[in-house]
């Protein structure tokens, strides 16, 4: 009986642990969106559909980076999602790691330097790029291996 309650109890301890580091994840009323969080850093992905991205914009237009992922198309662009997005300061310091859930990826970065990967069905794209205290980048990623 001592046995099982030490064993119950390391249990709930390391539940307790996990769920206290635990990413912090929230849906967006009206939507299908959830605004996550990472090393401090709120972040968002979605834009599927018109609905998605008028409550994308509406509730989270002015954070500092917003990516969007195309592909090319004979025709013209069409979005792309399921992208791979490493997000890091320009020191090589993770902030955050996520497959995008639409063509949009939106964080709340606070101004300084930063770089971006980006994995797409065998294809990658780097970028760095720098947001100032006003700032607002838009990283536009062009798929060309996408189909």
């Known amino acids: 009986m001592i046995r099982s309650i030490a064993i119950l109890a390391a249990l709930l301890f390391s539940v307790g642990a996990i769920a206290g ?68 300061h320009a020191n090589g310091e993770k902030i955050l790691q996520t497959r995008t859930g639409g063509p949009w990826l939106l964080a709340d970065l606070a101004p300084g330097k930063y770089q971006l990967r980006a994995w797409f069905k065998g294809e990658e794209q780097r970028r760095d790029f720098s947001i100032g205290p006003a700032d607002r980048q838009r990283v536009l990623l062009l798929w060309n291996n996408a189909r």
């Open 21 to 88: 580091h635990h990413a912090e994840s929230v849906a967006v009323p009206g939507s299908d969106v959830r605004v996550h969080e990472a090393n401090g850093v709120r972040y968002v992905s979605g834009g599927v559909g018109d609905t998605e991205q008028a409550a994308i914009e509406r509730n989270f237009g002015d954070y500092a980076l917003k990516v969007i992922n195309v592909r090319a198309e004979p025709n013209g662009q069409a979005y792309v999602s399921d992208v791979k997005v490493w997000l890091g």
